[in-house]
């Protein structure tokens, strides 16, 4: 089974939808990411958790929120998706110390109509 | 303010061709770690390797060698005698000591196609 696992794979929604991507991980790791991969601007970092109580934001956090239900689930929010917003979306975890290298999910493409 | 350039968008070489791909940085801290990773049409992210900012011995592993200059503030991939499975999207990534949160500086990403 995969370490990282994202849900759903794929999403469509429409403008002004709420929606939630979720993401599980079994490698026991603290520190887990939301990024955003859009193409020719590489991966961008939304959120990131270093535990159940300690949630920051990333670089283009407006229009996102996160819940971090337990050490090894992390929720991604779009409480109003908009266009912009369609984008692949990456879970990651990684131990303590910067370097750790991230492990990833498989990705949920989400597409805003 | 750190940053992280990949300037190639798009490589198209011959299999068995050598590729190099570029990477450079900026970032003020003098403790920082720098990240390859790969990522196939299948659309996951896979590890190559990490370098530290103290450590600029250069590494091979098979096919893939990578060159880290710390004056030229590049983090360079090579690809010997390349293949059709190298095909893919490749990212470097920069992660700052001073910060400790892990967090990564990705590159814009260069698309390699390598055809038969």
């Known amino acids: 089974d995969a370490d990282v696992t994202q849900t759903p794979r794929n999403r469509i929604t429409k403008t002004g939808k709420r929606i939630m991507l979720e993401c599980s991980q079994t490698?026991?790791?603290?520190?887990m990411y939301w990024y955003r991969q859009d193409p020719g601007l590489g991966l961008r970092l939304i959120y990131y958790s270093f535990d159940v109580k300690d949630i920051n934001k990333g670089e283009i956090s407006d229009g996102y929120s996160v819940s971090r239900q337990a050490q090894a689930k992390f929720s991604l929010s779009l409480e109003s998706a908009i266009p912009n917003q369609t984008a692949l979306y990456f879970c990651a975890t990684s131990a303590p110390e910067p370097y750790n290298e991230q492990f990833f999910g498989p990705g949920t493409r989400l597409t805003v109509l | 303010a750190q940053k992280v350039t990949q300037a190639q968008t798009e490589i198209s070489v011959v299999e068995k061709e050598d590729v190099t791909l570029d990477c450079v940085y900026e970032?003020?801290?003098?403790?920082?770690?720098l990240f390859w990773y790969k990522q196939p049409p299948s659309g996951e992210l896979v590890f190559l390797i990490r370098?530290?900012?103290?450590?600029?011995q250069n590494e091979i592993s098979g096919r893939y060698s990578w060159n880290f200059q710390k004056s030229t503030s590049s983090f360079n991939f090579t690809i010997t005698a390349s293949q059709v499975v190298d095909s893919a999207v490749y990212f470097c990534?920069?992660?700052?000591?001073?910060?400790?949160?892990?967090?990564?500086?990705f590159g814009q990403g260069t698309t390699l196609q390598v055809k038969p």
């Open positions: 990534a920069l992660s700052e000591g001073s910060s400790n949160t892990g967090k990564l500086i």
């Open positions: 370098r530290n900012s103290f450590d600029e």
């Open positions: 970032t003020r801290d003098t403790t920082y770690y």
């Open positions: 490698k026991g790791h603290d520190r």
